[in-house]
């Protein structure tokens, strides 16, 4: 399993990287690797809005369906479009063409506040 040392995490294994005000968001290789084989993101409409914390949409798989949560606030202002057709790339590639959305972030200082670094992402993911 992979864990990138330059991103934050958060508990429900979304990734973050963050660069110019803007936040790119993805699952983690822990997180594909727990779901299965992807095969549909559910992703929201450019210009909505987002909540830390809050779902944003949601991910199918062949063992599950789980929910898509925020891990900063702000206007979504991207979606990676290459999901609607290759939703597997998130398994391949999680942490580079397999993102899922950009944020242009409102309230980063205080987000990040609340996000895990590797060292507690990965602790998290031994436990």
Known sequence: MKIPTDLLYTKDHEWVRFNDGIATVGITDF????????????MPEIGSATSQGDAF????????????YAP????VVEVNSTLE???ETIN???YQSGWIIKIKASNWEADKANLLDVAAYTDLTSA
């Open 31 to 42: 997180a594909q690797g727990e779901l299965g084989d992807v095969v549909f993101v559910q």
């Open 57 to 68: 949409g949601s991910i199918e798989a062949v063992k599950a369906v789980a929910d898509l």
């Open 72 to 75: 900063v606030s702000g206007e």
């Open 85 to 87: 057709e290759k939703p």
């Open 92 to 94: 391949s590639e999680p």
